[in-house]
């Protein structure tokens, strides 16, 4: 069969009534009406309905026609014309045509299907099918097959175009795209790193990078002065629901550049990358301080989409008779709150106090909140009446309080727990109560960040990197008090309370970057030691740059709207870190270990990767603290051997529902009518009578005698 | 080993008043009774005795009831392996027993004690004092003669007890005694809860089904085609749960202590390897294997889970109970195996998973079929009664 002619299912139109014409894909869906058989038939620009009609197609081709399945690679020959008025099919995008077949070819069979691939109804009103509720292990490891799947395939197809963009755009403005090594050195900060075991140099190591920042850097001293690269980055983190330890970053470099070049530079770019998404984006971003995201967001990634800023009220009650303030006060604290206009109906006492100051707020890391409602023009609150008239009226102005608000309060000794405990918290309330608006998209420039962090042993340490250039030179690196003070040239890029990016201008004076050693404490032996080659370079004049980083599986992800980042990656890696499609990561054989010089590393019984794991059973017995004897062991093996069937049942009928941990959940664990006291029976020592060894009031157990 | 009884109260039942009056109810040792021994069927718990008096006992005594004793029951009510449960009531020692459910321990044993078992709707009923092991399918079950009997004790023990903090904020039951009238009563029949049955089983169960039209319910046919995974989601998360719970056996607070321990671990690893029988150690190490290095195993068990509910929850909105085989699917001799043990409660776990109520109803005298479980819609424990007490007085049983 010649393909030359092959024209493709999705842009068939009914212009080309009348037409033969050749197609090729798959069967995605087909309904057999005693003898007339139709098909759904897909290729990656779309589904044409194709008919085996026996008036029209030779026996031959209907007999065969008739032994086709879902997800057959075929191909056809056929006439294109108009449907008969009633059968259109709205849900696909040529649902007023179809073609009349007289030849097929079945190029390829397929096996039955771990799980359907066609979401398209054949006929109209019929409900579409979907595979997102198939597990996603499977689908993962079956990816191959969710390629298929018009979602997954429209989703890498706009990462494609997305991508496309970036590139012609950063081509427009001077940026050559190249390529730094994968294999290249450990660096000593940040995550943990991928290594690779040399064959040619035994027991040496090649680290994967977790950024190109220290080739990019060099790319600049190397007179490249614009650079950029869609770059693989590795990271060996801890697990988390949306991170991979392979993400794509948009990496960029550029000399002779101060800050306001990438704003403009990457204002532009998001908005061209958000309108492929169909999203528009608003120029100029807005811009905040550190100091201002902190203050009035309790965060360095603010969402802007609402409101609930946070606001300080520490001023207003300077003179207050409430003492848990005035406590905290005269231990140099603060008080700051949040306004939740027009939520008392959705905010009752009940939910305020058991809730949220009970449960909600410690969990963020304060001791306890104070929460008043605005009701018939006064503050009602548990504690109001400690208040005088001057401080809730200077309340209600600080906060413009109207009927129908809702204020919460955090104060505390310390600032950061003030703060750090109102972020989560403004958030929680706007996703409680429907605050955050859907398809709004608020990007902003984060600035001005400290450049140095207070360390425990009274030292300082960098908040970003050490080459990260600081707003003034003059400072004395010896002055604590000064170097806490400086902020640094480092901006973050920052979408619905995401950071999709950030960077800096680097430091390119070497005087400079010898202060900001000796700030950190570090000697210049060590300094050599940590970063000697990199270094070295910047004594042969380096130009002024800079640069940044977008994370394009996050900054996709949230272009499409898709649920997970793995959405927008043809194979990603599951939640565990691990390839369900091939089986990374994997044990390897003794040879290839003795080949790169693993084997014996440690001693005789170290063997890495095929070293024997602990037993099982052993490990379990372990953690639980249960002792297992000789002659349980055989059993309990087959039941754990079970149990692995069991959790492979398990993940093949799982679905896509929300797991439940209760059929009755408990919505108010506080009772009316109970208050907290202390039991008779610990105040006369009987609640301990039933322990083997007690001491005075106590449990006795045995001295540690490790 | 002769008596069903492993604690038999000495004190002779105080001047009674109250709707319970006169009755005698035998708990089992996983229920605090202040000053009885509560050893929960348990070497973990041996020599332990209760501080204080449960929700329940306090108020079975408030309502004229004596208690009688604690039969022999299994390590910590985990199957029916050395429990006694029915036998107090066969012999007449007592005229109610409370027997723990966790996967239909206190249905089986009615039907071996060819007496009425029932198992309250999750949550109905106060927890506090119970020494339970897996807190989201668990209840406390009631055996009695007749529904009636269960009604009564039920009115009793149930609502809101504001020390139990685990129980859901429901409304409290009408229970009430209804009427029925069998032709505006459907009765729904799963199919799929009868696979697995012997032919003999089946044939039985046919004939139960009978014996409902014959009384002039209409029967529903009715699918549930994931029935089987009822099993799967018991025993992963199940297993989870008995996993922590049983992790304040400790040797510290109660329980003996073992010897020999040169450290806190060692104290633990000793004191635990005595402190559980094969069986729940088997059970307790599976749930630490998916605790501890398949945790998506419970997530997706608590999925499937949710599915099952809403499902099971379709089919009970469609019919005003179900019935379901009434058989103990018990292996016979030999070791305790978890499987085994699964096996024996495959047709009565499901009422656990879901919280439903579920009635165990004896044949009548001499009846050639096996009796019935019928199961309704969460906390429709009073019409579920009221239907079983209809049922039985169809055919009253001679003494």
């Known amino acids: 069969m010649l393909f030359s002619a092959r024209l493709f299912c999705g842009q068939l139109s009914p212009d080309d009534v009348g037409r033969s014409v050749l197609l090729a894909g798959w069967v995605d869906a087909f309904r057999d009406h005693g003898g007339l058989m139709f098909v759904h038939l897909r290729d990656r620009s779309g589904i044409v309905q194709i008919v085996f009609s026996p008036e029209i197609a030779p026996a031959e081709v209907c007999q065969r026609a008739a032994a086709l399945h879902a997800e057959y690679c075929i191909a056809v020959r056929g006439e294109v014309r108009k449907r008969l008025a009633g059968t259109e099919n709205p849900n696909i995008e040529t649902g007023s045509i179809e073609v009349l077949v007289t030849e097929l070819t079945v190029l390829a069979e397929s096996d039955a299907l771990p799980f359907a691939v066609s979401d398209k109804a054949m006929v109209a009103g019929a409900p579409s099918t979907s595979a997102d509720n198939v597990a996603e292990d499977l689908r993962l490891q079956y990816r191959y097959l969710d390629l298929r799947r018009p979602s997954i395939r429209d989703n890498l197809i706009l990462r494609h175009r997305i991508f496309q963009c970036v590139r012609e755009f950063l081509d427009s403005r001077g940026f050559l795209e190249i390529e730094t090594p994968v294999l290249t050195v450990s660096t000593p900060e940040g995550a943990r790193d991928y290594l690779v075991p040399s064959r040619v140099h035994p027991r040496s190591f090649y680290a994967l990078p977790q950024s190109p920042q220290i080739f990019k850097q060099l790319l600049m001293v190397g007179g490249m002065e614009r650079y950029f690269q869609l770059a693989r980055c590795f990271r060996d983190e801890d697990l988390r629901p949306n991170r991979q330890p392979e993400f794509t970053q948009l990496d960029i470099e550029a000399s002779f550049i101060d800050e306001e070049f990438f704003y403009e530079l990457i204002e532009e770019l998001a908005v061209k990358m958000f309108a492929i998404g169909g999203i528009a984006l608003r120029r100029p971003f807005p811009r905040m301080t550190y100091a201002e995201a902190i203050e009035t967001t309790g965060t360095d990634r603010p969402d802007l989409r609402f409101g609930l800023r946070l606001v300080d009220v520490t001023d207003v009650f300077s003179q207050t008779n409430y003492s848990i303030f005035r406590q905290i006060l005269n231990r140099g604290g603060c008080i700051k709150g949040i306004n939740i206009q027009g939520q008392s109906g959705k905010l009752s006492k009940n939910v305020l106090q058991n809730e949220y100051a009970r449960e909600i707020v410690p969990s963020f890391g304060a001791k306890g909140m104070t929460w008043m409602r605005a009701v018939d023009g006064s503050l009602e609150s548990n504690i109001a009446q400690f208040f005088s008239r001057r401080e809730l009226d200077s309340l209600r102005k600080r906060f413009d309080v109207a009927d129908g608000d809702v204020l919460i309060m955090i104060a505390d000794p310390s600032r950061a727990v003030v703060t750090s405990a109102l972020g989560p918290l403004r958030l929680h309330l706007a996703n409680r109560l429907g605050l955050v608006p859907a398809d709004s998209y608020c990007p902003l420039w984060v600035t001005d960040f400290p450049l140095f962090e207070a360390t425990e042993e009274g030292g300082v340490t960098s908040s970003h990197h050490p080459f990260t250039a600081p707003n003034r030179t003059d400072f004395d690196p010896n002055n604590r008090e000064e170097l806490l003070k400086l902020r640094s040239r480092a901006y973050d890029l920052v979408v619905n309370g995401e950071e999709l990016g950030g960077g800096s201008i680097r430091i390119n004076d070497r005087q400079l970057q010898r202060k900001i050693f000796a700030a950190l404490g570090l000697t210049e032996e060590e300094t050599r030691q940590k970063f000697g080659f990199f270094l070295r370079a910047f004594d042969f004049g380096a130009p002024p740059h800079g640069g940044l980083a977008l994370g394009m599986d996050r900054a996709v992800s949230m272009i499409l709207q898709t649920p997970s980042i793995r959405e927008v990656i043809a194979f990603p890696k599951n939640r565990s870190a691990a390839c369900p499609l091939t089986g990374a990561p994997s044990a390897v054989s003794r040879e290839q270990l003795a080949e790169v010089g693993l084997l014996n590393l440690g001693g005789p019984d170290a063997l890495p990767g095929t070293a024997l794991k602990e037993n099982r059973l052993d490990h379990l017995s372990w953690v639980s603290r249960i002792g297992v004897a000789e002659e349980e062991r055989a059993m309990i093996e087959d039941v754990l051997a079970q149990a692995d069937e069991l959790a492979l049942l398990a993940s093949q009928k799982a679905g896509a529902e929300q797991p439940i941990y209760s059929v009755a959940p408990v919505v108010n664990r506080t009772r009316p009518g109970t208050e907290c006291q202390r039991s008779e029976r610990a105040r006369t020592g009987e609640l301990l009578a039933g322990a083997p060894a007690v001491k005075g009031n106590y449990f006795q157990v045995g001295s540690i005698l490790e | ?399």
């Open chain 2, 1 to 399: 080993m002769d008596s069903p009884f492993f604690y038999r109260n000495p004190a002779a039942p105080a001047a009674p008043s109250g709707p319970l009056a006169g009755s005698k109810i035998a708990v089992q040792p996983n229920l605090s009774v202040a000053g009885w021994p509560a050893d929960a069927g348990s070497n973990a718990l041996a020599d332990f005795k209760a501080l204080e008096d449960a929700t329940i006992v306090k108020r079975l005594r408030q309502a004229g009831a004596s208690l009688c004793g604690a039969t022999r029951m299994s390590e910590f009510g985990f199957g029916l392996r050395g429990s006694r449960a029915g036998e107090a009531i066969r012999s007449q020692a007592a005229d109610a027993e409370l027997v723990l459910d966790l996967m239909g321990e206190s249905r089986l044993a009615a039907i071996r004690a060819a007496v009425c078992g029932f198992k309250p709707s999750y949550g109905l009923v106060s927890r506090l004092g119970l020494i339970g092991l897996i807190p989201s399918m668990e209840s406390c079950g009631l055996l009695a003669e007749t529904p009636a009997t269960i009604r009564e004790l039920l009115k009793a023990v149930a609502g809101q007890d504001c020390l139990d903090f685990s129980m859901p904020d429901d409304e409290p039951l009408d229970l009430a005694p209804q009427d029925i009238d069998p032709p505006k009563t459907t009765i729904g029949v799963v199919a799929e809860a009868q696979s697995g049955l012997t032919a003999e089983q089946e044939a039985l169960f046919r004939s139960s089904l009978d014996q409902l039209k014959q009384a002039g319910f209409s029967l529903l046919e009715m699918s549930l085609p994931e029935f089987s995974l009822f099993s799967l989601v018991h025993r992963i998360v199940g297993s989870v749960e008995a996993s922590s719970s049983a992790g304040r056996y400790d040797s510290v607070r109660y329980g003996p202590r073992a010897a020999g321990a040169k450290n806190w671990n060692e104290m633990y690893l000793l004191s635990r390897a005595a402190a559980f029988g094969p069986l729940l150690k088997s059970y307790l190490l599976q749930g630490a294997l998916f605790q501890f290095e398949r945790y998506e195993a419970y997530e997706n068990a608590c999925r499937i889970r949710a599915r099952l509910l809403r499902q099971m929850q379709r089919l009970a909105s469609r019919a005003d109970c179900l019935v379901f085989p009434a058989v103990d699917g018990a292996a016979g001799g030999g070791p305790p195996l978890l499987a085994d043990t699964y096996g024996q409660f495959a047709w009565t776990l499901f009422a656990n998973v879901t919280g439903q109520p579920a009635l165990y109803l004896p044949p009548p005298p001499d009846a050639a079929h096996a009796g019935l479980q019928l199961a309704g819609a969460r906390l429709s424990d009073g019409r579920l009664l009221a239907l079983g007490e209809h049922l039985v007085n169809l055919h009253p049983r001679g003494k």
